[in-house]
């Protein structure tokens, strides 16, 4: 499968834990992209990286989230002291530039 | 504020008619927008995208107008088929070269269902 791969699929922690997420992207892209989707709505932009730099972070991006692409290949989600706002789908999704963002099927969070 | 939404939350259709599913948007700094299906349980699934100095694009078996006039965006799916059943999504992007950065802004989505 050359898709976007996320891990793991479902992640159930207790309120405070630190949860991490990963994500492979489609290779040779060099974008890379996290968003955040709750039922009933459509994805919300987080942050984005090109290569390895960090470009732009939502202000939904508070600061006990964060996002790290250290060889510009992979990337890793961390979101410490969880609560229960946290709840919620996390995806990903990786480009060639600016061309069509292809999405992996998410880390479903719950918060417990 | 600048957003983009949809019309209808559900849309019902019949096996092998045309479906057409709307979205507004209203940055009129946005240059380029895309169609996304969303499955139960899956991520968003790439359709079809146009940019602003198109008004019309043809995939197979669908098709995106954008009127930037009245800023509707609408997705023709011919032929609608039980596969075709999801959350569907308009998404639009402000242009790099206006500071717009790369991220996408999301509507609320139409869930189409296709009735046998």
């Known amino acids: 499968d050359t898709g976007v791969s996320q891990n793991p699929r479902h992640k159930i922690t207790k309120r405070g834990q630190n949860v991490t997420f990963r994500c492979d992207p489609i290779?040779?892209?060099?974008?890379l992209y996290w968003y955040r989707q709750t039922l009933g709505q459509g994805p919300e932009f987080l942050t984005y990286?090109?290569?390895?730099?960090?470009?732009?972070k939502s202000r939904l991006l508070s600061d006990r989230f964060s996002a790290e692409r250290p060889k510009g290949s992979f990337s890793t989600l961390e979101i410490q002291r969880t609560e229960q706002g946290d709840s919620a789908m996390y995806l990903c999704?990786?480009?060639?530039?600016?061309?069509?963002?292809?999405f992996g099927d998410g880390t479903r969070l719950s918060i417990l | 504020g600048e957003s983009v939404g949809l019309h209808l939350p559900t849309l019902s259709v019949q096996e092998g008619d045309n479906s057409i599913i709307n979205c507004a948007y209203s940055?009129?700094?946005?240059?380029?927008f895309i169609w996304y299906k969303q499955e139960s349980g899956k991520g968003p699934q790439f359709i079809i995208d146009?940019?602003?100095?198109?008004d019309k694009r043809q995939g197979q078996r669908v098709t995106v107008l954008l009127n930037k006039t009245v800023k509707h965006l609408s997705l023709q799916i011919a032929a609608t088929q039980p596969g075709d059943s999801a959350v569907y999504f308009c998404?639009?992007?402000?242009?790099?070269?206006?500071?717009?950065?790369?991220?996408?802004?999301f509507g609320t989505g139409t869930q189409l269902k296709v009735e046998l």
């Open positions: 990286f090109q290569n390895e730099a960090q470009l732009e």
């Open positions: 940055n009129s700094a946005s240059d380029y």
């Open positions: 146009i940019r602003s100095n198109m």
């Open positions: 999704a990786s480009s060639f530039e600016a061309e069509p963002q292809h």
């Open positions: 290779s040779e892209h060099n974008r």
């Open positions: 998404a639009e992007r402000v242009g790099e070269l206006t500071g717009g950065g790369n991220k996408l802004t």
